[in-house]
């Protein structure tokens, strides 16, 4: 079982570069979100998606855009990185939208901008 | 702005020993959710609670959910090296659903 899968796993950008993180998920899950996580801390949502064509903003949209033309894909777009987006992603969907369904969660992508 | 605050943020212990995380909320819950992360992987479900004044029960775990649906607590009794993570509360009133900050839990032998 596929699961959550995201990529790239590392990934280096220098400041001002673009690039887009994928995640895709097989389960037929509605919700789909996306967190930042920073060292010794909880994870932050960036932004969520409670299905397809519909996307919303969480705790910290700012530098970060997303989309959701399908139930499987929410990628998550970084349009012109800066030092301070410099941590580990993680993409998570449930089958539930309300907080009442488990979230599944990819294996994370480290992300380093110089 | 709904915030999830948890304390104590980091938490050194010796095995056999008994613990408690909180995690308090500025609004209500619609359902509150406990997950465990271990070093490079993502967190993992522990328990669901949705009704106000629940207890729930997992092996030594144990997680309470407020009467007020603000708040919840997670004790662990006889901790063992194996209960080493990063705990975290998950909720919210709506389909933004949030991560509390977070308690860093190490269990010494």
């Known amino acids: 079982n596929a699961g959550v899968t995201q990529t790239p796993k590392f990934q280096v950008l220098k400041t001002g570069q673009s690039m887009t993180l994928q995640c895709a998920q097989d389960m037929n899950h509605e919700y789909m979100s996306w967190y930042r996580q920073d060292p010794g801390m909880g994870l932050r949502l960036i932004h969520y998606?409670?299905?397809?064509?519909?996307?919303d903003q969480g705790e910290v949209p700012n530098g970060y855009n997303v989309s959701r033309s399908t139930t499987e894909d929410f990628p998550l777009r970084l349009l012109s990185a800066a030092p301070s987006q410099t941590s580990v992603y993680f993409c998570?969907?449930?089958?539930?939208?309300?907080?009442?369904?488990?979230?599944?969660f990819g294996e994370g992508s480290r992300l380093t901008v110089l | 702005t709904q915030l999830l605050e948890q304390s104590p943020q980091f938490l050194s212990i010796q095995e056999g020993e008994n613990l408690t995380v909180y995690c308090n909320s500025s609004?209500?819950?619609?359902?509150l959710q406990w997950y465990r992360q271990e070093p490079g992987e993502g967190p993992v479900l522990l328990v669901t609670v949705v009704t106000g004044g629940e207890v729930k029960k997992l092996k030594r775990l144990t997680f309470q959910f407020g009467d007020a649906r603000k708040d919840s607590s997670l004790h662990i009794t006889a901790a063992q090296p194996g209960d080493t993570g990063l705990y975290l509360c998950?909720?919210?009133?709506?389909?933004?659903?949030?991560f509390g900050t977070g308690t860093l839990l190490a269990v010494q032998p």
């Open positions: 998570a969907s449930s089958y539930y939208g309300a907080g009442a369904g488990e979230l599944f």
């Open positions: 998950h909720g919210g009133a709506t389909n933004k659903l949030i």
């Open positions: 998606s409670v299905g397809a064509g519909i996307t």
């Open positions: 609004s209500v819950f619609s359902s």
